[in-house]
């Protein structure tokens, strides 16, 4: 057990660097970009960049199924199966790859008449666009080979192909920038992180296949098996994002663009708060399968329940964080008139708390096998989503429209997703329902004793040093009430250590 706590602090670790440098790339890069490559030609890269983005939003999630089909077969030892799922997995993945190619170089050949540009634009453009589309054609392959090492438990190996990957293709193209290479540097260094990041995952999945002495074989039966799970994934998917995206655009047609934007100023770091929740479970995602099969899911409903209190009381500490601090961060980050004000401010936390929660129910449910119902659900929502929130915006504006996503997640929740855990997790007994609902209520009294402190802290002249102060203040203030509080919250960090 201790190697999967080493793998869970690793995953976790390595998700939170991939995180910093999300953020670093942001900050850091755009600036140095806007320096040397004139911005309108960079703006032509952004357009060619979001129709990448488009097409591998449309992923069928080939490489989810087969980490959580991957390690339920590594928890069993059945390394027959792990060379079947493993090599129906990359086929599929390979052809998809194949088709985003073939569609990137037919938009790289009309890149012309789509926008209007001077002629060197063009050329220097054309090149650029054409080597992201090789770097992304490696990366998406890659991924399913990463997928294969996170259900094999190698987390701090794929972590670290992933720390090399990133450091090359930023070192690369930062030094290409300067000495003039413009958007030809940015293609360049995605062709060597995608270069990196396949060949080494490649390289060690051959490693790990010798040492395991695991047969590659082929079977259009499991083929077809991985694809009818990826549908149900590919669903899912396209329902949480158009569940994400519709809001910006419903509300600069319903209420104002300046509205619109500043939803979305103030949406955004919350929306990351929400991505920090999932990276610690993602970390943990690939465990979970591993130890259904090696123990049953009897043996393990301890460490689960466990896992979930970690996970929603970090969810209650992301809520009183972003709704103490946000206006001060858009103020720090923007300037002045870029919040949406308090009240929506208020409903967005609301949101970001059922829909965090539901995220965390759909991956245990994922995690355990439950790929079609749970992606199904997730692709109901959307669809549900959709006509309330385009009826509730136009007659009620932005806070009628973040109602609307909330009574979509609380449907969800108590509809699918609640009955599931609590069957799952076998809840429904009389003294674990009571341990949960004591706990829940110790948590929800550390939530509001922080909030009332929280917002008695208040800086005259904010500024960025006061505003992290105000976060390690707000944190450990949350952390030693639970600590003193909470019995299950100190002995769960015994067990973690």
Not at 159 to 188: C, P, Q
Not at 444 to 452: H, K, P, Y
């Amino acid at each position: 057990m201790k190697d999967k706590k080493n793998v869970v602090k690793w995953n976790f670790v390595f998700y939170l660097l991939e995180f910093l440098y999300t953020i670093l790339v942001g900050i850091i890069l755009v600036p140095l970009y806007l320096k040397y490559i004139p911005k309108d030609l960079y703006g032509f890269w952004l357009a060619t960049g979001n129709i990448l983005s488009i097409l591998t939003l449309i992923n069928p999630g080939f490489s989810d199924v087969i980490q959580q089909k991957v390690a339920y077969c590594y928890g069993l030892h059945d390394y027959k199966k792990i060379g079947l799922y493993t090599v129906s997995g990359i086929c599929l993945t390979f052809v998809f790859s194949l088709i985003v190619l073939i569609i990137g170089v037919v938009v790289n050949l009309l890149i012309g008449s789509i926008f209007t540009m001077q002629a060197n634009y063009l050329y220097e453009l054309k090149i650029a666009f054409g080597l992201m589309l090789v770097g992304t054609f490696l990366t998406i392959n890659y991924y399913s080979f990463s997928s294969i090492l996170y259900a094999f438990l190698s987390s701090k190996s794929i972590g670290l192909i992933v720390l090399l990957g990133n450091s090359l293709g930023t070192l690369i193209s930062i030094y290409l920038i300067i000495h003039g290479y413009g958007l030809i540097a940015l293609g360049i260094a995605s062709v060597v992180r995608g270069g990196v990041f396949l060949s080494c995952s490649v390289g060690y999945v051959i490693f790990k296949f010798r040492k395991k002495k695991i047969k590659i074989v082929f079977d259009l039966n499991n083929v077809k098996e991985i694809f009818s799970f990826s549908i149900y994934n590919f669903l899912g998917k396209t329902g949480q994002t158009l569940l994400t995206n519709m809001n910006s655009f419903l509300t600069a047609k319903f209420v104002s663009p300046i509205d619109a934007a500043n939803l979305r100023f103030t949406q955004t770091v919350p929306e990351f708060g929400k991505v920090l929740v999932l990276r610690f479970l993602y970390s943990v995602a690939p465990i979970i399968p591993n130890l259904l099969a090696a123990k049953g899911l009897e043996s393990i409903r301890i460490k689960l329940l466990n896992i979930v209190y970690f996970l929603i009381s970090f969810i209650f500490l992301v809520c009183i964080g972003f709704y103490l601090l946000n206006e001060q961060f858009i103020y720090l980050w923007l300037g002045e008139n870029n919040f949406s004000g308090k009240i929506i401010n208020f409903f967005i936390i609301f949101l970001l708390f059922f829909s965090s929660i539901n995220k965390v129910c759909f991956q245990f449910l994922f995690a355990l096998g439950d790929i079609k119902k749970s992606n199904k659900i997730l692709f109901y929502q959307s669809l549900l989503y959709l006509p309330i929130a385009v009826f509730t915006t136009k007659f009620c504006g932005i806070i009628g429209l973040l109602l609307s996503g909330i009574l979509v997640e609380l449907l969800a929740l108590f509809i699918f997703f609640f009955p599931k855990m609590v069957d799952i997790l076998n809840i429904s007994k009389i003294d674990i329902r009571k341990k949960l609902f004591v706990e829940l209520t110790k948590i929800s009294f550390v939530t509001v004793i922080t909030l009332l402190i929280g917002s008695c802290v208040k800086f005259s002249n904010p500024s960025w040093l006061l505003f992290f102060v105000e976060i390690v203040f707000i944190v450990l203030t949350f952390f030693v009430l639970l600590f003193l509080c909470s019995k299950t919250f100190r002995n769960l960090l015994s067990i973690c250590k």
